[in-house]
């Protein structure tokens, strides 16, 4: 029996099968949780069949961006669940334009607004819709970040302020929501090659160079990411709300790197 046996999930995001979102509905399946998923209309050719992977015909489109969407979606999901236990929020977007170039430059009102209302808002909207399918339950939602929100990276641009205004809305979410029972955690995933990831400029020397310097010397799979989200929304973390968990071999613990054949006291010193 897994820790997740018993509860119900939504997952909004799951695009492809290397995606974030997939590791986190195989570990969700895999420890006996009952799955939906919801989907842009353009994914549904993806998602669907996907979805029944996990042995899920309960799929949905839903823009997190419409209002009227998300109205929608969930209206459908009651039509099928009178209450789940579990959001995973895996959604991010910001226009590639404003992904590559100079940060100043490249960074309209536009981008900033659209790169904030998808990323972060959306997260205090499904959070709402959520909250009465959840009420009397022991709820958990998990969403995904990333080290860009605390520090300037290459190419992450107005992503890592979208990425910091959602950690931020985390915290807000779980004091909100705590005295109600639901615990509101997110984790910061190392970089991984997914669909989403690919619109960053430098990914591939990103990826070799956090697999060099990171403590366990590789990057982090969707796996990983997944278990540990799993983790957090089940019964298991029930005293963890509140927090951004850092799965990333542990990247953003360090503060220097030395080549493989030296390292610090090595030569003379002044």
């Known amino acids: 029996m897994g820790f997740l046996n018993g509860k119900r999930a939504l997952i909004v995001g799951l695009a492809t099968d290397r995606s974030i979102a997939y590791g986190i509905a195989e570990a969700m399946h895999r ?33 997190v961006a419409v209002d009227g969407d998300i109205e929608r979606g969930f209206a459908h999901l009651k ?48 959070a709402r819709a959520s909250l009465p399918f959840m009420r009397g339950r022991k709820g958990a939602i998990v969403t995904l970040s990333y080290l860009g929100a605390m520090r300037s990276l290459p190419g992450y641009n107005v992503m890592g302020l979208a990425k910091a205004s959602l950690e931020a809305n985390v915290r807000f979410l779980a004091a909100d929501l705590g005295p109600e029972g639901i615990r509101v955690n997110g984790v910061s995933a190392g970089p991984i090659k ?77």
Do not use: K
């Not at 039509?79 to 490249?106: C, K």
């Not at 360090?254 to 003379?268: I, K, Q, R």
């Open 31 to 63: 420890e006996g949780a009952e799955l939906a998923f919801s989907y842009i209309e353009r994914m549904a050719d993806r998602v669907v069949p996907l979805a029944q992977g996990f042995g899920s015909d309960l799929t949905f489109p839903m823009d």
């Open 79 to 126: 039509t099928r669940w009178e209450a789940f236990d579990i959001l995973v929020h895996a959604v991010a977007f910001a226009p590639r334009e404003a992904l590559a170039g100079r940060f100043v430059d490249v960074t309209t009102r536009e981008h900033f607004r659209m790169a904030h209302d998808v990323s972060s808002y959306s997260l205090t909207a499904l």
């Open 194 to 270: 997914t669909l989403s990831a690919a619109g960053i400029a430098g990914l591939r020397r990103m990826l070799q160079h956090v697999a060099q310097v990171s403590p366990i010397r590789r990057n982090v799979t969707i796996e990983d990411v997944g278990n540990t989200c799993a983790f957090l929304c089940s019964d298991l973390a029930a005293g963890i709300t509140g927090e951004i968990t850092y799965v990333d071999g542990g990247f953003n613990s360090v503060g220097m790197s030395f080549p493989e054949d030296g390292g610090p006291g090595t030569g003379n010193s002044g």
